[in-house]
């Protein structure tokens, strides 16, 4: 990243606060004003700053060498985050635990200028939006002892923290990250809190509350109930709405469509076994007439009865053809978001190897099949997680932080699924 890149990236951040800092750049310096009192960041302290960040090598919002390992983390939105004191995030700031035995040290401390130098110059911030208020920005700018760019760029981004292993002597660096790993989860044992990495640029800004999926924009339109529902369907329903977290709304929607699994499976043996009966041609008086049946019921069925036994993947086949219409389903993902079905057009998520989908071709006999089969992917790679590599490779294993921002874009069908089942 080149001085002008640096200029430009750090204007943007601040384009929602231009009556607040007034920045202006040139090829010396960037200059801001915080109530009527000028401040400058020059071009000699970015090529220091950029000298100092090659010691570093880096990967997505951390930095290392031999002898030090810093990565972002950030409080998970969510209970957690509601449960935090006050002065919390002061406390373990000023927290760092020594192993003399293998010479290293562990600790919290606000993010370095190396690594977010690595962050600005790896990532493209002009489509993004700010976590902080415009108010409160301001106060919190205006209370700074020190009011120096990359400090002002951390209130902007709201990320207080990184967590931090060094290490007195060299040591590989895998090692490095692994003890940081390690003191993670330390941290979330004891103190059942959750420091979770950082792993997408839209953790920093994340996006604002998501667009609602609501049928009516005026209350005056609502209308008193004219159906009665089944409560452990609204049930899961509520939960899945109700979380921010993509994981539970994925499998609530899914289980308001698993709720039918068996009745729609034996209600597609018996119209098999029907049409054999009605055949005809059958007769009861041979054998291999009264075969197909058996054939049937047994191809279907399995001997186990402590739960459905059928095949999941065709009762999701079979569940979406009986309460989804495809036009309407199509119609409404549209209207929720433009680029939504070209999403699923080609785009093929990592964690679960899910084959493109192709909505538009409404008329495509095979596309309940198509749908399923991409739902029902996605649906065993959160479930399963067997230490199991052939598996792993094969249908993928859902890693949460990791793969949060994939799952959010897989949800959005299935949720249009189970409202049409309820």
Same mark, same amino acid.
């Given at each position: 990243m080149e001085w002008n890149d640096f200029c430009v990236k750090i204007d943007s951040m601040g384009r929602f606060f231009r009556d607040k800092l007034h920045f202006e750049y040139n090829d010396e310096q960037i200059t801001y004003k915080i109530s009527e009192q000028d401040y400058a960041y020059?071009?000699?302290?970015?090529?220091?700053?950029?000298?100092n960040a090659e010691h570093y090598s880096f990967q997505p919002f951390s930095i290392l060498n031999n002898y030090q390992y810093e990565s972002l983390v950030d409080f998970p939105e969510g209970e957690s985050r509601r449960r935090l004191s006050m002065n919390f995030e002061e406390r373990i700031s000023n927290l760092?635990?020594?192993? =003399? =035995?293998?010479?290293?040290?562990?600790? @919290?401390?606000?993010?370095?200028?190396?690594?977010l130098y690595y962050v600005l110059s790896s990532y493209d911030n002009r489509h993004?939006?700010?976590?902080?208020?415009?108010? /409160?920005?301001?106060?919190?700018? =205006?209370?700074?002892?020190?009011?120096?760019?990359?400090?002002?760029?951390?209130?902007?981004?709201?990320?207080?923290?990184?967590?931090?292993?060094?290490?007195?002597?060299?040591?590989?660096?895998?090692?490095?990250i692994k003890?940081? %790993?390690?003191?993670? @989860?330390?941290?979330?044992?004891?103190?059942?809190?959750?420091? %979770?990495?950082?792993?997408?640029?839209?953790?920093?800004?994340?996006?604002?509350?998501?667009?609602?999926?609501?049928?009516?924009?005026?209350?005056?339109?609502l209308m008193p109930p004219q159906l009665t529902y089944?409560?452990?369907?609204?049930?899961?329903?509520?939960?899945?709405?109700a979380s921010s977290d993509p994981f539970v709304k994925f499998i609530g929607f899914y289980h308001v469509m698993e709720y039918f699994y068996e009745d729609v499976y034996n209600e597609a043996i018996f119209e098999s076994v029907k049409h054999i009966l009605q055949h005809p041609g059958f007769s009861s008086k041979r054998k291999k007439d009264v075969a197909k049946i058996i054939d049937i019921i047994k191809k279907k069925t399995r001997q186990s009865k402590e739960e459905f036994q059928g095949s999941e993947l065709e009762a999701l086949e079979l569940t979406i053809k009986k309460f989804i219409n495809i036009g309407? /389903?199509?119609?409404?993902?549209?209207?929720?978001?433009?680029?939504?079905?070209?999403?699923?057009?080609?785009?093929?998520?990592?964690?679960?190897? =899910?084959?493109t989908i192709d909505l538009h071709d409404i008329s495509n006999e095979k596309l309940p099949k198509k749908i399923a089969a991409r739902i029902y992917k996605t649906r065993n790679s959160l479930v399963h997680s067997?230490?199991?590599?052939?598996?792993?490779?094969?249908?993928?294993?859902?890693?949460?932080?990791?793969?949060?921002?994939?799952?959010?874009?897989?949800y959005h069908a299935t949720q249009r699924a189970g409202k049409s089942a309820i």
């Open positions: 020059t071009k000699i302290d970015f090529n220091t700053l950029k000298n760092v635990i020594a192993d =003399e =035995e293998n010479n290293l040290s562990y600790s @919290f401390k606000e993010a370095s200028q190396e690594l993004l939006i700010p976590r902080i208020p415009s108010s /409160l920005f301001e106060r919190r700018c =205006e209370a700074l002892d020190d009011k120096s760019i990359f400090n002002i760029l951390k209130l902007v981004i709201r990320l207080p923290f990184s967590v931090c292993v060094a290490s007195s002597i060299p040591i590989n660096q895998e090692k490095l003890h940081a %790993k390690s003191y993670l @989860f330390n941290f979330a044992f004891n103190l059942d809190l959750v420091l %979770k990495p950082i792993s997408e640029i839209d953790d920093l800004f994340p996006k604002r509350n998501s667009r609602s999926m609501r049928r009516i924009q005026n209350l005056d339109e089944m409560s452990e369907l609204t049930e899961q329903y509520y939960m899945a709405l309407e /389903l199509n119609n409404n993902l549209a209207e929720y978001d433009s680029d939504i079905i070209e999403y699923y057009n080609h785009h093929q998520v990592n964690f679960s190897s =899910e084959d067997k230490s199991n590599d052939g598996r792993t490779l094969e249908r993928g294993i859902y890693k949460p932080f990791k793969d949060k921002e994939e799952l959010s874009k897989r």
